[in-house]
C-alpha cells in the first residue's frame, strides 16, 4: 500500500517511521520541509502539495494541529480534494472539529473516497513505541480494509461507531487528562507544603486510587523539573476548546472543564503557547515560590525513541 502522510510534528513523525517499519511506501508533506528529512532518510518520498501527495498514494493520513490546518490541507488551494479518485481513502488522525470532519466526510463521499477518523491518544513515547491507542470512527467497511495500516503505528485500537464518534470521544478524553493533570499539580503541592517529601508522595499516590495515567506518565516530568511531554498549551487550549463546544451543542455544564480551560489560558499568558503542557503545574509552583522537585525522576527526553 502507498501511503501519504501530512503533518510530521511530533506525533507525525513516529507515526510515520512505524508506518514505514509496517513494510509500506510512504510519501511525506508538510508546511516546514525541514521535518521530513528523518523520514526521507528512512524511505519516504517528498510531495511539493497535499495534492500531491493525494495523487500518489492510496490513502492519506493527516496529523495536523487544529480543524483550521485540517480544512486548508484537504480543500484549500492545491489541497488533497483535487488529487483524489474514487476508491482512495482519508485517515484522520488529527483531533478535530466534529462538525468539520463531518463536513469534510461528506464532500470525499461525494467523489468516492472513504473517510476514516482515527485520533490517538496516550503521550508521545508511545507513539515512537508503536504502542499509543487510536480511536476510530467509520463505517464498517472502510475500517475493516484499513485496519492493518492503523496497526502499524497504534497499538489498542477501539472502533467507536460512525464519524464523528472518536472526534467527540477523543476531546472528552484530552479535557479528564488536563483535568488530572491539575488536580496531580494540587496533590503534589497540598503534600510538599505539609512537609512530605514529593518522591515518597508521588510513590503513595501511584499506589492508591488517586492513580492515574496521567500521574504514571506525565508526573515524571514535573519531579524532573523538564516538563518534557512533547505536547503544548497551545494544543491543550484547542482542545478545551473543542469540549466547549460539545458542552454548548449538549447543554452540558463544565465546571472543572471551564476551569481548567481557563487555567491553560493562564499558562499560556506566562510561559507562552509552545510551553509543554505540563507547566500548567508550574503555575502553582510559580504562585506559592515551591518547585516540587524529586530526586530519581530521571528526564526521559522525546528523542530517546527516534532511533
Avoid at 148 to 157: C, E, K, N, T, V
Avoid at 183 to 207: C, P, Q, S, W
Wanted: net charge negative; hydrophobic share 40%.
Amino acid at each position: 500500500m502507498i501511503v501519504g502522510l501530512i503533518g510530521l510534528g511530533n506525533l507525525g513523525y513516529p507515526v510515520g517511521k512505524n508506518i514505514l517499519k509496517g513494510g509500506h511506501a510512504l510519501v511525506v508533506h508538510d508546511l516546514n520541509r525541514a521535518t521530513a528529512d528523518k523520514l526521507i532518510e528512512r524511505g519516504a518520498t517528498w510531495a511539493n502539495s497535499p495534492m500531491e501527495v493525494a495523487q500518489q498514494t492510496d490513502v492519506v493520513v493527516t496529523i495536523l494541529p487544529s480543524p483550521m490546518s485540517v480544512c486548508a490541507v484537504v480543500e484549500g488551494e492545491n489541497g488533497l480534494i483535487h488529487g483524489w479518485s474514487a476508491g482512495k481513502a482519508w485517515i484522520d488522525s488529527s483531533t478535530n472539529d466534529l462538525t468539520e470532519l463531518q463536513r469534510l466526510a461528506q464532500k470525499c463521499a461525494e467523489i468516492g473516497v472513504d473517510v476514516i477518523e482515527a485520533p490517538m491518544t496516550g503521550g508521545i513515547p508511545r507513539a515512537h513505541e508503536g504502542t499509543m491507542t487510536s480511536l476510530v470512527g467509520a463505517n464498517r467497511a472502510a475500517f475493516d480494509k484499513y485496519l492493518p495500516l492503523i496497526q502499524s503505528y497504534a497499538g489498542d485500537i477501539l472502533y467507536l461507531g460512525e464519524i464523528g464518534s472518536a472526534s467527540t470521544a477523543k476531546v472528552i478524553t484530552n479535557m479528564l487528562a488536563f483535568i488530572h493533570l491539575w488536580a496531580l499539580g494540587e496533590g503534589l503541592m497540598l503534600g510538599k507544603r505539609n512537609g512530605l517529601e514529593t518522591g515518597a508522595l508521588f510513590e503513595a499516590i501511584k499506589a492508591s486510587c488517586g492513580n492515574s495515567f496521567v500521574a504514571e506518565t506525565e508526573g515524571p516530568e514535573i519531579l524532573n523539573g523538564t516538563y518534557d511531554y512533547g505536547f503544548t498549551l497551545e494544543l491543550a487550549a484547542k482542545d478545551s476548546h473543542l469540549a466547549y463546544e460539545l458542552a454548548r451543542r449538549g447543554n452540558v455544564p463544565l465546571e472543572m472543564g471551564g476551569m481548567v480551560e481557563q487555567l491553560i489560558h493562564r499558562g499560556i499568558g506566562r510561559y507562552g503557547k509552545q510551553a509543554w503542557s505540563t507547566q500548567l503545574v508550574k503555575l502553582l509552583e510559580d504562585d506559592l515560590n515551591t518547585d516540587l522537585r524529586a530526586d530519581g525522576y530521571e528526564s526521559q527526553p522525546i528523542d530517546r525513541a527516534l532511533e
